[in-house]
C-alpha cells in the first residue's frame, strides 16, 4: 500500500517557539495532503487541506497565521506551528490521497502522527 | 446532524465474542465508507471498506453497509485483546469525515 512518511514522530518545544512538521508521501504523488488534531479520547479533527501549488484550505475556527501549510510539491507537505502555546499539544496526523483519485473513491493513507507537547 | 455518528461506547466484550460497531452517515450520496483502527498513540489504519449494499467479510471482520437506511457497521468475530483499539467510521465527502469512534476494549 501507499506510505506516508511524517517527521518527527515527537517533539517538545518551549511556549512561543515554532514548530515544524513534514508530511511525505514516499511511493506517489499527492495533490491534496490533509491536516487533522487529535486531543486525548477524541476523534480527528480536521485543520486544513493542503493543496500543491496553492492556498492550503483552512477550517472554520483554525487561525491560519498560526497554523502555516506550505505544498510545495507533489510529494511533500509541512506544517508549522508558530508560537506554539500549552494549549497547542496535542496529536497532528497528515494524510495523503494518490494524484487523481477522488476522495469519494479511495481511503486516505496516514502518516504516523506527530505528538507535540508545549512547556 | 453530524455527517458521520458513531455509538461512541466504550464497549467491553470478552475474548472470543463478537463485537458490533454501528454506524450512521447523512449523506445518501456517499458512495464509499471505511473503517478505521486506532491503537492509541498510534495513526489510524484501514482496516475495511465497502461501497456496495450487502456484507464484506475479510478474516474475523465483516462491513455491512445498508445505503437506505444510511447505516454501516462493522463486526469483529472471535474478538482478541489484540483488537482493543478505538474504531472509526469515515465517509468521504469534501474530504474524509470521521466519526467520533468507538473505542473497544476485548477482556481475555
Known amino acids: 500500500g501507499a506510505v506516508v512518511s511524517q517527521h518527527p514522530s515527537w517533539v517538545i518545544c518551549k511556549s512561543g517557539t515554532s514548530v515544524k512538521i513534514e508530511c511525505r508521501s514516499l511511493d506517489f504523488q499527492a495533490t491534496t495532503m490533509f491536516w487533522y488534531r487529535q486531543f486525548p479520547k477524541q476523534s480527528l479533527m480536521l485543520m486544513a487541506t493542503s493543496n500543491e501549488g496553492s492556498k492550503a484550505t483552512y477550517e472554520q475556527g483554525v487561525e491560519k497565521d498560526k497554523f502555516l501549510i506550505n505544498h510545495a510539491s507533489l510529494t511533500l507537505s509541512t506544517l508549522t506551528v508558530t508560537s506554539a502555546h500549552p494549549e497547542d499539544s496535542s496529536f497532528y496526523i497528515c494524510?495523503?490521497?494518490?494524484?487523481?483519485?477522488?476522495?469519494?473513491?479511495?481511503?486516505?493513507?496516514f502518516g504516523q502522527g506527530t505528538r507535540l507537547t508545549v512547556v | 446532524q453530524k455527517e458521520v455518528e458513531q455509538n461512541s461506547g466504550p464497549l467491553s466484550v470478552p475474548e472470543g465474542a463478537i463485537a458490533s460497531l454501528n454506524c450512521t452517515y447523512s449523506?445518501?450520496?456517499?458512495?464509499?465508507f471505511f473503517w478505521y483502527r486506532q491503537y492509541s498513540g498510534k495513526s489510524p489504519e484501514l482496516i475495511m471498506s465497502i461501497y456496495s449494499n450487502g456484507d464484506k467479510e475479510d478474516g474475523r471482520f465483516t462491513a455491512q453497509l445498508n445505503k437506505a437506511s444510511q447505516y454501516v457497521s462493522l463486526l469483529i468475530r472471535d474478538s482478541q485483546p489484540s483488537d482493543s483499539a478505538t474504531y472509526l467510521c469515515a465517509v468521504p465527502a469534501r474530504q474524509l469525515t470521521f466519526g467520533s469512534g468507538t473505542q473497544l476494549t476485548v477482556l481475555p
Open positions: 449523506d445518501r450520496v456517499s458512495q464509499s
Open positions: 494524510s495523503a490521497k494518490p494524484q487523481g483519485f477522488s476522495v469519494r473513491n479511495t481511503e486516505a493513507f
